[in-house]
């Protein structure tokens, strides 16, 4: 089912600013494998896949919920894999390998970063690569920050460590004139600090970098900011930047490991091949030390920590940061198209209704405090509108009347999960005024 384009997926040069040569520059009618979407329609998925993306909901729910992409696997990264089971090559390992220079290249030529391959240390997933760095370093009873609205599951992998979280939200920006429908939004540099600076203050904060779920790039004066807070109160930092592959063309990713350096903040990154190139079920992640000093805490990593990632999602890893760029930008491509087609959609259908465009990855986060459909726009769109969205409730403060919508599918799901909705909001309203005027 693969295009012929995807035999040339090379990783472009510079920043996520731009398409690389060869690569589509135009959304076209199939994913970024040439797989034509009408067999992306979720009615053929949920026949052959099998993750809780498909299990989930009941068959007559559109499921835009998790982070998981509809869009077909890279024939690179599929291959990949196939050769290993081929080659029989399925035991234990002993340590990053060629994944380490793999991705090191991979962040030198797309972010400019430049990582020491003795940094890059192996964990099964982001989640793991957050939890076992701060066993290290955080003490029982200890403090960990995190910049709500968040990934939920930020909440559900700190209830493994015996430490206290603390909500610190984003600060709300102005919103341009011209983009009336937005939601802007960034650290809040002045709150951090004074969390920071109390007694207790932080032992550590978990960073989301790109933000999820607004797909925000922080700024690189924020990040740095953060950092000289960071060092100055002594507060570890992780950075999960597992968006960061799927950065927008126009837009740069910031990575923070080296604003952390030049601070003299203790930082390690988590990140992963599993968003950029939908492979998440393959286990394996990197940690990657922002200098001497934060590799010698990842050193005291239990083997498990190593041992229990899988073969083959590391040869799936080595295969997408090495190999399968193209596949990469042609994927940023169609998102950033679907990102468009929902602005569209909303203004046309959905008032009341605001949209953080992403600037990176392939998650919307939409405000529906003003659409008539109460506290939990989440249950009632899918109970009524038969449409599984992320609930806004369970990124914490700041996610109240919120959803996040999944837009790595097929541009046909989006309109019809907005039809679905746009008439549960528009019965919603017209019951309002109805009951208004009675």
Same mark, same amino acid.
């Given at each position: 089912?693969?295009? !012929?384009?995807?035999?040339?997926?090379?990783?472009?040069?510079?920043?996520?600013?731009?398409?690389?040569?060869?690569?589509?520059?135009?959304?076209?009618?199939?994913?970024?494998?040439?797989?034509?979407?009408?067999?992306?329609?979720?009615?053929?998925?949920?026949?052959? %896949?099998?993750?809780?993306?498909?299990? %989930?909901?009941?068959?007559?729910?559109?499921?835009?919920?998790?982070? &998981?992409?509809?869009?077909?696997?890279?024939?690179?990264?599929?291959?990949?894999?196939?050769?290993?089971?081929?080659?029989?090559?399925?035991? @234990?390992?002993?340590?990053?390998?060629?994944?380490?220079?793999?991705?090191?290249?991979?962040?030198?030529?797309?972010?400019?970063?430049?990582?020491?391959?003795?940094?890059?240390?192996?964990?099964?997933?982001?989640?793991?690569?957050?939890?076992?760095?701060?066993?290290?370093?955080?003490?029982?009873?200890?403090?960990?920050?995190?910049?709500?609205?968040?990934?939920?599951?930020?909440?559900?992998?700190? !209830?493994?460590?015996?430490?206290?979280?603390?909500?610190?939200?984003?600060?709300?920006?102005?919103?341009?004139?011209?983009?009336?429908?937005?939601?802007?939004?960034?650290?809040?540099?002045?709150?951090?600090?004074?969390?920071?600076?109390? &007694?207790?203050?932080?032992?550590?904060?978990?960073?989301?970098?790109?933000?999820?779920?607004?797909?925000?790039?922080?700024?690189?004066?924020?990040?740095?900011?953060?950092?000289?807070?960071?060092?100055? @109160?002594?507060?570890?930092?992780?950075?999960?930047?597992?968006?960061?592959?799927?950065?927008?063309?126009?837009?740069?990713?910031?990575?923070?490991?080296?604003?952390?350096?030049?601070?003299?903040?203790?930082?390690?990154?988590?990140?992963?091949?599993?968003?950029?190139?939908?492979?998440?079920?393959?286990?394996?992640?990197?940690?990657?030390?922002?200098?001497?000093?934060?590799?010698?805490?990842?050193?005291?990593?239990?083997?498990?920590?190593?041992?229990?990632?899988?073969?083959?999602?590391?040869?799936?890893?080595?295969?997408?940061?090495?190999?399968?760029?193209?596949?990469?930008?042609?994927?940023?491509?169609?998102?950033?198209?679907?990102?468009?087609?929902?602005?569209?959609?909303?203004?046309?259908?959905?008032?009341?209704?605001? @949209?953080?465009?992403?600037?990176?990855?392939?998650?919307?986060?939409?405000?529906?405090?003003?659409?008539?459909?109460?506290?939990?726009?989440?249950?009632?769109?899918?109970?009524?509108?038969?449409?599984?969205?992320?609930?806004?409730?369970?990124?914490?403060?700041?996610?109240?009347?919120?959803?996040?919508?999944?837009?790595?599918?097929?541009?046909?799901?989006?309109?019809?999960?907005?039809? %679905?909705?746009?008439?549960?909001?528009?019965?919603?309203?017209?019951?309002?005024?109805?009951?208004?005027?009675?």
């Amino acid at each position: 089912m693969a295009s !012929e384009a995807d035999c040339h997926d090379t990783p472009r040069a510079g920043t996520g600013a731009s398409v690389s040569p060869g690569s589509n520059s135009t959304p076209t009618d199939t994913d970024p494998s040439g797989v034509p979407f009408r067999e992306l329609d979720p009615s053929i998925l949920r026949t052959q %896949r099998t993750s809780l993306k498909w299990t %989930r909901f009941s068959a007559d729910v559109l499921p835009l919920f998790v982070a &998981e992409m509809d869009f077909t696997l890279s024939p690179k990264v599929q291959q990949a894999i196939i050769s290993r089971v081929l080659a029989s090559d399925t035991g @234990y390992l002993d340590g990053p390998g060629e994944l380490a220079p793999v991705f090191a290249k991979f962040a030198r030529e797309r972010w400019g970063w430049q990582v020491d391959p003795a940094h890059v240390h192996l964990a099964t997933d982001v989640s793991c690569g957050i939890v076992e760095p701060l066993r290290l370093r955080v003490p029982a009873g200890g403090r960990v920050a995190i910049t709500t609205p968040v990934y939920p599951s930020f909440f559900e992998m700190l !209830e493994e460590l015996p430490v206290e979280v603390v909500q610190i939200p984003l600060v709300q920006d102005a919103v341009p004139a011209t983009t009336p429908t937005g939601i802007a939004a960034r650290l809040d540099l002045a709150a951090l600090e004074r969390a920071f600076a109390a &007694e207790p203050g932080i032992d550590a904060l978990v960073l989301c970098n790109p933000h999820n779920p607004h797909g925000l790039l922080h700024s690189p004066s924020d990040l740095a900011e953060l950092a000289r807070l960071a060092a100055q @109160y002594d507060v570890f930092v992780i950075s999960d930047e597992i968006h960061a592959p799927l950065t927008h063309r126009g837009h740069t990713f910031t990575p923070f490991a080296p604003l952390a350096a030049a601070a003299g903040a203790l930082a390690v990154t988590a990140t992963s091949a599993s968003k950029g190139w939908n492979v998440a079920g393959l286990k394996c992640s990197v940690i990657v030390a922002a200098d001497e000093r934060a590799n010698q805490l990842l050193r005291r990593l239990p083997p498990e920590v190593t041992t229990r990632v899988s073969i083959l999602g590391l040869h799936a890893g080595i295969a997408a940061f090495r190999d399968a760029g193209d596949w990469l930008d042609r994927a940023i491509v169609q998102i950033e198209a679907n990102a468009d087609l929902l602005a569209e959609l909303i203004a046309e259908k959905l008032p009341g209704v605001a @949209y953080a465009r992403p600037h990176a990855g392939y998650l919307a986060w939409l405000d529906f405090s003003q659409a008539g459909l109460g506290p939990d726009p989440f249950r009632r769109i899918l109970t009524e509108a038969k449409v599984a969205l992320g609930k806004g409730t369970a990124f914490g403060v700041g996610g109240e009347g919120h959803v996040r919508v999944n837009l790595a599918c097929a541009p046909d799901t989006i309109r019809q999960a907005v039809d %679905r909705i746009a008439t549960l909001v528009a019965t919603a309203q017209a019951q309002a005024q109805n009951g208004a005027v009675s």
